[in-house]
């Protein structure tokens, strides 16, 4: 056995220690543990008192013929045989921390990165150097090639390149993913926006129209009892009329004829639509209260109130028919206000929004209501 034989473990080596060994014998994969950086056979052999030499040259052939340890060469024999073998390792060890720490690292580092991006070379596989034979003497062992600087740049770029894919396309999904997902939200939204809008006006529509009617004749009778006695043919054609110039008012015409203040929030809670009798109530137009939240508009105690009850509707929760909070008028006092409102869905279920009224707190209870 040529106890100044020295073994490097191999990339394919390192790769195979990290899964245990893998098929290896258990003497093999004992072996291969040890070998890190540079050993010698020499070093080695001590640390297996439980192996014979035959087990031993069997687990150290075997990882030489898998291109898991590959022999640099033997370790030069000094003339002088005083020179003791433990104490030539010990040099040697120490001249390689020497070098190591004249190594610069960070060019190292782009220099393989430079390497992985360029085509790797085709460098020539080194045949694992054949076992030595026990019966033959020390002296006839071959020594085995020198590993090669293109050899050594593959090696270690074909061992990290999995590792700097992964980073790269780690760092180029959190980049790129808030800038998608802005895109697809702002697509979605000029996609939907036309039909929910059409949606809401016919929802507000069917959900007040039985109201506006009632107003609407509550009003034509109200005209047609201050006008003189009319014949009752002339009466009859008369409401007739009436009542089909009421039918033919446009949706929009009926909300904007109703003495009610009409609102219609977002499922965050801010003004979508207003009628003109918000501006009567609240004294604040209706291009000042779009995109503003509703609760904004009540004084700072009742704002929270409101926005938990609009929030509750929205979220499909139990609420109360309606709530009493004060109404922060501009250039005047606050004023106390029924809110009525009920949650705005599609034809699906899906709620969008709050529709809802506000009314006069004082004139709501004198009509009982």
Not at 39 to 51: K, N
Not at 225 to 234: S, T
Not at 244 to 267: K, W, Y
Request: charge should be negative; glycine fraction near 6%.
């Amino acid at each position: 056995m040529d106890t100044t034989l020295i073994l490097s473990k191999t990339a394919k080596g390192i790769q195979e220690a990290k899964t245990e060994g893998g098929d290896l014998h258990y003497d093999a994969v004992r072996l291969l543990r040890l070998v890190d950086g540079k050993a010698s056979v020499g070093e080695l052999r001590p640390q297996f008192p439980d192996l014979t030499d035959a087990r031993f040259l069997k687990a150290l052939g075997a990882l030489q013929h898998k291109g898991l340890v590959r022999a640099l060469g033997t370790i030069a024999q000094p003339a002088d045989d005083s020179v003791d073998t433990p104490q030539l390792d010990a040099q040697i060890r120490e001249l390689e921390q020497e070098v190591l720490q004249t190594l610069d690292f960070t060019k190292l580092e782009r220099n393989l990165l430079d390497a992985m991006r360029a085509e790797p070379p085709q460098a020539a596989v080194a045949a694992p150097a054949p076992l030595p034979d026990a019966d033959q003497p020390a002296s006839r062992a071959p020594s085995a090639p020198a590993i090669s600087e293109a050899e050594i740049r593959t090696q270690l770029t074909a061992a990290l390149r999995p590792k700097v894919e992964e980073e790269l396309r780690a760092t180029l999904v959190k980049t790129l993913r808030p800038r998608m997902e802005e895109e697809l939200r702002g697509k979605l939204v000029v996609a939907l926006r036309p039909a929910l809008e059409a949606e809401i006006r016919s929802k507000l529509t069917a959900a007040l129209k039985p109201r506006v009617e009632l107003e609407l004749r509550a009003r034509l009778n109200a005209q047609l009892a201050r006008a003189a006695p009319a014949p009752i043919e002339a009466r009859q054609k008369q409401s007739t009329h009436a009542a089909a110039a009421g039918a033919s008012v446009p949706p929009q015409r009926l909300l904007e004829c109703m003495q009610e203040a009409v609102f219609q929030t977002d499922p965050a809670g801010k003004n979508v639509y207003v009628n003109p009798a918000w501006t009567r109530l609240t004294g604040c137009s209706a291009d000042d209260a779009g995109g503003r939240l509703l609760a904004e508009f009540f004084i700072a105690e009742d704002q929270r109130g409101v926005a938990v009850f609009l929030d509750n509707i929205a979220r499909g929760g139990a609420t109360p028919p309606f709530i009493e909070a004060n109404l922060a008028r501009q250039g005047d006092g606050p004023s106390r206000v029924e809110v009525r409102a009920a949650p705005l869905t599609t034809i699906s279920g899906d709620i969008i929004g709050v529709c809802g009224t506000l009314r006069d707190a004082g004139a709501a209870q004198e009509r009982g209501i």
